[in-house]
């Protein structure tokens, strides 16, 4: 679903048993990750390789998106990972619609000779490959807090993780099985070190 390509996107800063991790911290984890969501970004999965330039911009876009999630997720806390470092939520959000409509996107009928015709999506203008991949991230984020999902999105309270995620059923509280678990083991802990 399109609208979740933000939320993985977002989710690029995440919490691994050894501390914090950055998916986008150079530029060729930023090449694994594009590569590894290249139908979403209309990238070629072998030969797309990022550039110094292009991490920056995504970088840029993913900390505005983020200021979008702290607010979405509020009065709860936003995510510990940046929490103390996001850029402010008006030129966050201009900066999103700005990213999202530098690349208008149009239907075009793809008729081969012996095949039925299918519709692509495709850029309406010509535009570099970051503006392309940003303006995709960017209408994810759109489409993400402007739907269903928002109301849902939450920050994972399980000790050490930084994730967002979507509530899928009522009593979701972590992001996974595996913060789940953790969470419920401090707990335990806190209570029998409490009753001591
Ligand atoms: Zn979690």
Not at 92 to 120: E, F, K, Q, R, Y
Not at 151 to 164: G, I, M
Request: net charge negative; hydrophobic share 45%.
């Amino acid at each position: 679903m399109s609208a979740l390509l933000a939320l993985e996107f977002v989710s690029t800063i995440g919490m691994l048993r050894t501390g914090p991790v950055d998916r986008l911290a150079d530029v060729a984890e930023t090449t694994t990750w594009c590569r590894e969501h290249a139908a979403a970004l209309r990238v070629d999965p072998d030969s797309f390789t990022a550039t110094e330039t292009l991490r920056d911009e995504i970088v840029e876009l993913r900390q505005a998106i983020r200021a979008l999630f702290a607010r979405a997720v509020s009065p709860g806390p936003a995510s510990a990972a940046d929490a103390d470092r996001l850029p402010p939520f008006r030129p966050s959000l201009d900066l999103v619609n700005a990213t999202a409509m530098a690349v208008p996107v149009a239907p075009m009928l793809d008729w081969p000779d012996d095949d039925v015709p299918v519709a692509h999506v495709v850029p309406a203008v010509s535009a570099g490959e970051s503006e392309r991949i940003r303006a995709v991230l960017a209408a994810s984020a759109v489409e993400l807090l402007a739907g269903p999902y928002r109301e849902k999105l939450r920050t994972c309270p399980a000790p050490r993780c930084v994730l967002y995620f979507v509530k899928e059923h009522p009593r979701q509280e972590w992001c996974s099985v595996a913060c789940g678990n953790r969470a419920r083991a401090a707990r335990h802990y806190r209570q029998h070190s409490a009753d001591r």
